[in-house]
């Protein structure tokens, strides 16, 4: 498929994206299974039985997400036809983009696309977020988030098989590798001109945060979701998610991570918001890079 048929389909699941009287997005089942080629719509209901059993297990309502409705179908000639579906929130799309045929590029796009979407909305729906102004104020939060699912993916890491700092690193690179076009750590530091001592992380405007935390997080459940194990697949597990994220910058119109601008250190904007505050020794390897 080429780069602008993709952002075609890109496009197409935000045209037939709907909003009711209440002002929420929502989506119909039957436009969607349309949009991922599926021709008889009751093949399509066994992936929205999965993606309810997902909502169910991930400990979301599934009333919230999935929610039974009349939805006008066209019926040629400009006619339409009152027909049942279901009402899908943005999260349930998620879902149903990962439990549908994999084989088709279109479901590969729309799993894409849900998940860097679903991502960013939850950060937007954050009260902390919400509340930011100054590019300041989001490098802090989404600082403060990478730290924290830097620790959660390190985690799931060594749940997988990566157990030694040396091997954490590897791990790490090959996340970087597929977010930033083949450079490692060594890499980003020479094409970002930052010294050997300068953490990655400390130097990233929100810009380039956000897509780093969204690596980090969709790395962190793939591994679980999946049952991954062994250090080769993990390293390759994170390349392919650090890639995905890459291809779909690119798709709309984003500017690589490796020629986002170099922001000052972030330790300044720490100094600065807690003046008492000692800083401490992190071992951690999730905070590493």
């Not at 890109?10 to 929502?26: G, P, R």
């Not at 066209?74 to 439990?99: D, F, H, T």
């Not at 050997?196 to 690596?215: C, P, V, W, Y």
Request: aromatic share 8%; net charge positive.
């Amino acid at each position: 498929m080429t780069n602008k048929l993709s952002k075609q389909s890109l496009s197409i699941f935000e045209q037939i994206k709907q909003t009711d009287a209440n002002k929420n997005e929502f989506w119909g089942a039957r436009q969607l299974a349309k949009t991922l080629e599926y021709t008889d719509f009751r093949n399509f209901l066994s992936v929205i039985a999965k993606a309810k059993e997902a909502c169910k297990n991930s400990g979301q309502p599934i009333k919230n997400h999935l929610v039974d409705f009349n939805e006008m179908v066209p019926i040629g000639s400009g006619a339409y036809r009152e027909m049942e579906s279901v009402k899908l929130s943005r999260y349930a799309c998620y879902l149903i983009v990962q439990n549908a045929d994999p084989s088709k590029e279109v479901v590969a796009i729309g799993q894409t696309y849900f998940a860097v979407q679903t991502r960013l909305q939850e950060i937007q729906q954050m009260d902390e977020y919400n509340i930011l102004n100054t590019e300041d104020e989001k490098r802090l939060f989404l600082r403060d988030e990478m730290a924290k699912h830097n620790s959660q993916l390190a985690a799931a890491a060594k749940v997988a098989g990566v157990i030694e700092p040396i091997d954490y690193a590897i791990f790490q690179n090959h996340g970087y590798m597929g977010l930033y076009g083949g450079l490692d750590a060594k890499g980003i530091h020479q094409k970002k001109g930052l010294k050997k001592s300068e953490q990655i992380l400390d130097h990233m405007g929100s810009t380039e945060l956000a897509a780093n935390l969204f690596r980090a997080t969709q790395t962190e459940e793939k591994l679980h979701r999946e049952n991954i194990k062994g250090k080769q697949k993990a390293n390759q597990t994170h390349f392919e998610v650090g890639k995905k994220v890459r291809k779909t910058i690119a798709e709309l119109g984003g500017t690589m991570p490796e020629n986002l601008p170099v922001a000052d250190s972030i330790k300044k904007l720490e100094k600065g918001k807690q003046p008492q505050q000692l800083k401490g020794k992190d071992n951690s390897i999730g905070n590493k890079f």
